[in-house]
């Protein structure tokens, strides 16, 4: 009987450790904009996003989708890049969240990866794209700290992959 207690309450710390999965809702209604950009679509990534390297599980389910809110900020950056006939096709959208808790325990990263096609006037090209970025997460929010840092990250990953793609659209303006 002693043995099967030790058992159990060794199962039942084992079950305590770890065993946390928080889930948290993340607006990003904010960012997106009505009447984008028409001639540019996102599409891919997940309905949830899991934070890396925590002591405990983190899903941020974000509202609306991610692939909607980065459609959203891409386009707005690159209005005054369009030029007639131009459509640009972005998918594969890749999201991965990590807290380095050892280096940077309060600060959230976050790496983001598309594929986009371009055409425009009967020529085509298509590359991949990559951002890194990262923010603070305001102390003493707890876990709700990472849903409020995750507009920045797509906001700051949008600044980062439109200079990328501007370069490519002037290649195909001329």
């Not at 600044?159 to 303006?173: C, E, H, P, V």
């Amino acid at each position: 009987m002693k043995r099967f207690l030790m058992v159990g309450a060794a199962a039942a710390l084992l079950g305590a450790c770890g065993g946390q999965n928080v889930q948290v809702q993340a607006p990003l209604g904010d960012l997106v904009k009505p009447s984008g950009a028409p001639w540019l679509t996102v599409a891919g990534g997940t309905d949830k996003l899991d934070v890396r390297g925590l002591d405990h599980k983190v899903t941020l389910e974000p509202a609306p989708g991610v692939s909607a809110a980065f459609q959203s900020q891409l386009g707005a950056r690159l209005q005054s890049d369009y030029f007639q006939d131009l459509v640009v096709t972005c998918t594969a959208l890749t999201t991965t969240l990590r807290v380095d808790e050892d280096k940077a325990p309060g600060n959230l990263s976050m790496d983001l990866g598309l594929h986009c096609a371009f055409w425009s006037k009967g020529f085509d090209t298509n590359h991949d794209y990559k951002a890194q970025v990262s923010t603070a997460v305001t102390s003493g929010s707890g876990d709700g700290g990472y849903a409020q840092a995750l507009p920045k990250l797509l906001s700051d990953s949008a600044d980062d992959i439109a200079s990328q793609l501007r370069g490519d659209l002037q290649k195909l303006k001329r």
